[in-house]
């Protein structure tokens, strides 16, 4: 099924791309999600971004406590 993403997501996942910082990236990303619609057509992407979010957030725990410890 196509996903028909708005034009503001589409917007969001490109400015995700082309994030530099960790922080920047997560913002974006969130932003993106949220600006996707919620349906059988997106459940897939909704899948992969979530799960990418969550190795972001799991990869800046990680350099926090490198950091501190």
């Known amino acids: 099924m196509p996903t028909n993403l708005p034009a503001e997501a589409r917007a969001k996942l490109a400015e995700y791309s082309a994030a530099r910082t960790l922080e920047e990236k997560i913002e974006k990303l969130e932003e993106a999600i ?7 057509g997106t459940e897939k992407l909704r899948r ?3 799960r990418r979010l969550a190795e972001l957030r799991r990869e800046l725990e990680e350099r926090r406590q490198r ?3």
């Open 34 to 40: 949220g600006l996707i619609p919620d349906h059988k």
């Open 67 to 69: 950091r501190s410890g």
């Open 48 to 50: 992969q971004l979530r």
